[in-house]
């Protein structure tokens, strides 16, 4: 359930991102940024972070538990 997650967490949060933003991740990952770089630069490029988290979340659950 867990990598489900991530997985799912992931993918929105890639799909948030501008262009640009996205060849910037890219380079974080090819570089093998620790987990709280990459974290950080979510944080500074997804806008409202802890409310886009909240929302995926719960998109997540509707989605496990067959809701949506």
């Known amino acids: 359930l867990f990598v489900r997650l991530n997985d799912f967490i992931n993918?929105?949060?890639?799909?948030?991102l501008s262009a640009e933003n996205l060849d910037q991740?890219?380079?974080l990952i090819v570089q093998d940024s620790s987990l709280e770089e990459v974290q950080k630069f979510m944080e500074e490029?997804?806008?409202?972070?802890?409310?886009?988290?909240?929302q995926v979340l719960v998109d997540f659950r509707k989605?496990?538990?067959g809701l949506a």
């Open 63 to 65: 989605t496990y538990l």
């Open 45 to 54: 490029k997804v806008p409202d972070y802890p409310a886009f988290i909240a």
């Open 25 to 27: 991740f890219e380079n």
């Open 11 to 16: 993918s929105r949060a890639i799909s948030a």
